[in-house]
């Protein structure tokens, strides 16, 4: 059993600070509660907890701002934060502050019990401290899905330091975004962000590819070249679709990661290896290492840490965030400004993307180039998509069937929220966030027409925006 700490736990709901300290109480713990920032302040005036607990809106300021000085401070007092902000951003911010554990909301009380019981066990630890990254640093990964919160939790782990990462996922789900981002969120941002492509290259030309060549290494080498090693000195090396990496380039590459150093071909000086490696691919790599296609040796100096990207169906929560982005950016290139309504994302949501982010990416530059009207209905999504499409548009089936079928799912994946109590909140959460977003597309993002559709009134709807982290301040209206 773990050891028993006092918890202090900060958020203006009330509902929350009763589930969360009657969970942290059955495990053990001593918990006490607040509401505010400044309600924190007085009891903190009375000795620090073993562990704080707290959101980042607050009513009264921003937790991470406050918890950034409290941390320097107290080093020593270990910070878990969560929030319904879920970006990556915030995941970063709670990292770089020092905090020892992000929790997005909802999360899962077993979860936050056990970052309690090893924040209180390590207590004395010392945080790690991210470099601040540059203002405007490239970080253009969008969704507040739960499998892209996970994604955010590795990336904020990851970016402080040079372990090797190796991002898996289909085919356009965004892999070389992942590793732009920790490029950017991490010490090596001022250096190089070099990618190569594995599949794009010959197999005879990879090693000069990689490595460089002297002049006269080979036929047609008329001077010497620097490979992306080289060129990516002091920075990152994105290698993408290592799966394609022919065996012969696998060991030298092995051998660079093994020793630090490389020669070029043709060459007899060793060069430091000074790089990150970021290396991504689309196929199964333990199925490869199984056919002798790929080393394991290598696939294990690769597999450091693992970032699983889902494909688009699995998040598809963050469908309509993601098209609502891509319709700006095609604005912002000088196509023509075009908005969604509520079926039309309903539609873009029932649809399964095969081709994942990046043809949701495309559709959309298509539909702002084609499509004569503002707004988007689910009859021109229908169109773009083509009768051609490998995935077909989904049938509404119904939501008591769509809550059955995602109850089956939950009991296969995630088997334990059948029976942590927290079934109902989730559920609920996950009907809740796209009705509203729907309500308000449909409005235009006026918040009282909205609220009125829904049958609540505009404080109410302006609290479950706050909560569910949804942006719909962009037009309040009044009548």
């Known amino acids: 059993m773990s050891e028993a700490a006092t918890v202090l736990v900060v958020d203006d709901d009330a509902a929350i600070r009763t589930v969360v300290s009657q969970a942290l109480r059955r495990a053990g713990h001593c918990v006490s509660t607040v509401a505010s920032l400044a309600e924190l302040s007085e009891a903190l005036r009375s000795g620090l907890p073993d562990v704080l607990v707290t959101d980042v809106v607050l009513p009264d300021g921003n937790g991470l701002d406050y918890v950034a000085g409290l941390i320097a401070e107290h080093p020593e007092?270990?910070?878990?934060?969560?929030?319904?902000?879920?970006?990556?951003?915030?995941?970063?911010?709670?990292?770089?502050?020092?905090?020892f554990d992000y929790l997005p909301k909802p999360f899962d009380l077993d979860a936050l019990g056990r970052a309690v019981a090893s924040a209180s066990a390590r207590r004395k630890r010392e945080p790690a401290v991210l470099p601040t990254a540059d203002e405007g640093a490239s970080t253009?990964?969008?969704?507040?899905?739960?499998?892209?919160?996970?994604?955010?939790?590795?990336?904020?782990?990851?970016?402080?330091?040079?372990?090797?990462?190796?991002?898996?996922?289909?085919?356009?789900?965004?892999?070389?975004?992942v590793a732009q981002a920790i490029h950017d969120l991490g010490a090596r941002r001022r250096a190089p962000f070099v990618a190569l492509n594995m599949a794009a290259i010959p197999r005879e030309l990879i090693e000069a590819e990689?490595?460089?060549?002297?002049?006269?290494?080979?036929?047609?080498?008329?001077?010497?070249?620097?490979?992306?090693?080289?060129?990516?000195?002091?920075?990152?090396?994105?290698?993408?679709?290592?799966?394609?990496?022919?065996?012969?380039?696998?060991?030298?590459?092995?051998?660079?990661?093994?020793?630090?150093?490389?020669?070029?071909?043709?060459?007899?000086?060793?060069?430091k290896a000074?790089?990150?490696?970021?290396?991504?691919?689309?196929?199964?790599?333990?199925?490869?290492?199984?056919?002798?296609?790929?080393r394991e040796d290598l696939f294990y100096r690769l597999n450091v840490v693992p970032v699983a990207l889902p494909a688009l169906r699995e998040r598809r929560q963050d469908i309509s965030l993601l098209a609502h982005h891509f319709l700006e950016r095609a604005a912002e290139d000088g196509l023509p400004h075009k908005q969604l309504d509520a079926d039309a994302v309903a539609a873009l949501t029932a649809y399964d993307w095969p081709g994942n982010v990046r043809e949701l990416e495309n559709l959309m530059r298509r539909i702002a180039a084609l499509s004569r009207d503002e707004w988007i209905d689910a009859d021109a999504v229908r169109t773009a998509l083509g009768a051609g499409a490998t995935a077909p548009?989904?049938?509404?089936?119904?939501?008591?069937?769509?809550?059955?079928?995602?109850?089956?799912?939950?009991?296969?994946?995630?088997?334990?929220?059948?029976?942590?109590?927290?079934?109902?909140d989730r559920i609920i959460g996950e009907v809740e966030r796209p009705l509203i977003e729907a309500m308000l597309a449909r409005h235009q993002h006026n918040q009282l027409r909205a609220a009125r559709a829904l049958g609540i009134n505009r404080n109410?709807?302006?609290?479950?925006?706050?909560?569910?982290?949804?942006?719909?301040?962009?037009?309040?209206?009044?009548?």
Request: no cysteine; charged share 25%.
């Open 210 to 271: 990689l490595f460089g060549h002297e002049r006269g290494a080979f036929t047609g080498a008329q001077a010497r070249v620097a490979g992306k090693f080289e060129q990516a000195a002091g920075g990152t090396l994105f290698l993408d679709e290592i799966g394609d990496m022919p065996r012969e380039a696998q060991t030298r590459l092995l051998r660079v990661l093994q020793s630090g150093e490389f020669t070029t071909v043709g060459g007899a000086r060793s060069i």
């Open 460 to 479: 109410t709807l302006r609290k479950r925006l706050d909560t569910l982290g949804i942006d719909g301040a962009r037009q309040e209206g009044t009548e």
């Open 274 to 294: 000074d790089v990150r490696i970021v290396a991504a691919t689309n196929q199964d790599l333990a199925q490869l290492v199984a056919a002798d296609q790929f």
């Open 77 to 99: 007092l270990p910070v878990i934060v969560f929030s319904a902000r879920n970006t990556l951003a915030t995941a970063v911010r709670a990292t770089e502050v020092g905090a």
């Open 140 to 177: 253009t990964l969008i969704g507040r899905s739960p499998a892209m919160q996970q994604v955010y939790r590795v990336i904020a782990r990851v970016v402080a330091n040079d372990l090797t990462v190796l991002i898996t996922g289909e085919s356009g789900t965004g892999k070389e975004l």
């Open 393 to 424: 548009v989904a049938r509404d089936e119904g939501i008591e069937t769509a809550v059955r079928s995602r109850l089956e799912r939950l009991a296969i994946e995630e088997p334990h929220v059948l029976e942590d109590g927290t079934l109902y």
